[in-house]
């Protein structure tokens, strides 16, 4: 009977070890996804402050031999650049005709103060304008009755690598070293 509960010792040692080792794991692979996102953040857009890259958080949870790794961001504009959108002017520029718009900035004249601006139509629509030397305009901001923003997957595709490229070697080695540990 004690090769039989030789064996049971072992096998229960390797369970806690394998348990322990997968949380490790999930816990690199976490670290990981994490940096693969900011990664596809970085690549994909060009950072203003930071907000978006920063506010991306990964979490691993082993429960019932199933591993999770969670992406996750609180940043409210996060859903529109992972799936797009369509945002539809509400309250602006109710006064020119056909309101309400948006004003969508041109370059570094649309993201100064305002200072004074002048109203003009254009063969493409409406525009915010800035007096310049000789009469002559400089468009700050165009006027659009929505906007149309593409999709630019940033967690998901971190996750898809995450699962091509790592996870199996990962779980691998967790497995040879609970294995060791459990010996």
């Known amino acids: 009977m004690s090769g039989l509960r030789d064996f049971t010792d072992r096998l229960v040692g390797f369970d806690r070890a ?8 999930g816990a ?12 596809n ?3 994909q857009f060009r950072a203003r402050s930071g907000r978006l ?3 991306i958080r ?6 019932g031999g199933a591993l999770t790794i969670t992406l996750a961001t609180d940043d409210p504009k ?4 992972e799936y797009g959108a369509t945002i539809h002017a509400k309250n602006d ?6 309101g309400p718009y948006l004003a969508i900035p041109v370059g570094r004249q649309g993201r100064s103060a305002f200072g004074q601006l002048v109203l003009v139509k254009g063969k493409n629509g409406w525009a915010l304008a800035r007096p310049g030397a000789k009469g ?4 700050a901001f165009i006027l659009r009755k929505q906007v149309k923003i593409p999709k630019r997957p940033f967690l998901r595709p971190a996750l898809g690598t995450l699962r091509s490229r790592y996870l199996r070697d990962e779980l691998h080695r967790a497995t040879e070293r609970a294995a060791t540990r459990s010996r």
Do not use: K, N
């Open 78 to 81: 996060a859903p529109a650049h």
């Open 93 to 98: 520029f109710h006064d020119v005709p056909g």
């Open 28 to 39: 690199r692979l976490a670290v990981t996804a994490l940096e693969l996102a900011r990664q």
């Open 136 to 139: 002559r305009l400089t468009i």
């Open 58 to 63: 990964s979490t691993s949870r082993l429960a």
């Open 41 to 43: 953040v970085r690549r």
């Open 18 to 25: 394998l348990d322990a080792e997968l949380r490790a794991a």
């Open 53 to 55: 890259e920063q506010s």
